[in-house]
Antibody, heavy 118, light 107 residues
Framework: QVQLQESGPGLVKPSETLSLTCAVS????????WGWIRQPPGKGLEWIGY???????NYNPSLKSRLTISVDTAKNQFYLSLRSVDAADTAVYFC????????????WGQGTLVTVSS | DIQMTQSPSSVSASVGDRVTITCRAS??????LAWYQQKPGKAPKLLIS???NLQSGVPSRFGGTGSGTDFTLTISRLQPEDFATYYC?????????FGGGTKVEIQ
């Protein structure tokens, strides 16, 4: 079955760039749309954006000016890059696979906590 | 953005109880709605898509209804493993948005 695994630094300094990788196994990144969702500690879920292997992407307008989501078909991975972070970006970041039928997220990674602090 | 409002924010219930959670969208979303279950320290799990479509492997005690702006998740007979936080999510338009969550606690 499809499995996702996030990786990246757990601590990022304010004003720097948060970079995460999602490794996909059990499927090809060319098969589905892939997304990122985050959850600040003790709070609710926020959709960050999605990408398709063709490069088609869509971002949450609240993050769009700082955000890049990309995909590497050769490595079967996709990526999140969030620039100029501050404490409000501290969250558990999840990568996820969208369903074939619509904007629902069926398969999720375990999540990775990223703390923004000096 | 479409705002999703869940109620209640928390509910205390006992094993065997019927629990109902509601989700209201700030504008019409047809049946483009999902329900997720999240346990502490874990990723959300998709229970229901398209307002009422139960995902494979999800127990039949979970049911979703609604269309337009008002939706309901019902757990017909609460089991110990159902104590968790539940989120609705609209899938009608971007950006996708989630409700604030409903925590189902043991009474």
């Amino acid at each position: 079955q499809v499995q996702l695994q996030e990786s990246g630094p757990g601590l990022v300094k304010p004003s720097e760039t948060l970079s995460l990788t999602c490794a996909v196994s059990g499927a090809s990144v060319t098969d589905y749309y892939w997304g990122w969702i985050r959850q600040p500690p003790g709070k609710g879920l926020e959709w960050i954006g999605y990408i398709y292997f063709t490069g088609t992407s869509n971002y949450n307008p609240s993050l769009k000016s700082r955000l890049t989501i990309s995909v590497d078909t050769a490595k079967n991975q996709f990526y999140l890059s969030l620039r100029s972070v501050d404490a409000a970006d501290t969250a558990v970041y999840f990568c996820a696979r969208r369903t074939a039928s619509g904007n629902y997220y069926l398969t999720w990674g375990q999540g990775t906590l990223v703390t923004v602090s000096s | 953005d479409i705002q999703m409002t869940q109620s209640p924010s928390s509910v205390s219930a006992s094993v065997g109880d019927r629990v109902t959670i509601t989700c209201r969208a700030s504008q019409y979303i047809s049946t483009f709605l999902a329900w997720y279950q999240q346990k502490p320290g874990k990723a959300p799990k998709l229970l229901i898509s398209a307002a009422s479509n139960l995902q494979s492997g999800v127990p039949s005690r979970f049911g979703g209804t609604g269309s337009g702006t008002d939706f309901t998740l019902t757990i017909s007979r609460l089991q110990p493993e159902d104590f968790a936080t539940y989120y609705c999510q609209q899938a009608n338009s971007l950006p996708l948005t989630f409700g604030g969550g409903t925590k189902v606690e043991i009474q």
